[in-house]
């Protein structure tokens, strides 16, 4: 086997475009099962961010019923959406 510095390489190589990965939405759904103090906790423990920024999404779910937690690669929501809905939260992900 030959190695193939980026000099020699084919310029179709160097030149292809890669494309980025697709992002996806995880929302909150407002519920009338879970209390309030429930869905911050849970938030924090699932996303790591700050009381205050989980305080806002609980809130933004409760008043409109729904809110953006997060924009992120599928394979990643896909895995929030599951650690959310074991704390009996109602979410969906959707392409952005």
Do not use: W
Request: proline share 6%; charged share 25%; with cysteine.
């Amino acid at each position: 086997m030959t190695n193939v510095s980026p000099k020699t390489r084919p310029t179709a190589v160097l030149d292809r475009q890669i494309d980025p990965m697709p992002l996806y939405k995880v929302l909150l759904h407002n519920d009338e099962v879970n209390i309030m103090e429930h869905v911050v906790k849970a938030l924090m423990k699932v996303f790591r961010f700050e009381q205050q920024e989980c305080e806002q999404i609980m809130i933004e779910a409760h008043r409109n019923g729904l809110s953006l937690c997060i924009v992120e690669p599928l394979e990643q929501a896909e895995f929030h959406q599951d650690k959310l809905r074991s704390y009996s939260l109602v979410t969906t992900i959707e392409p952005e």
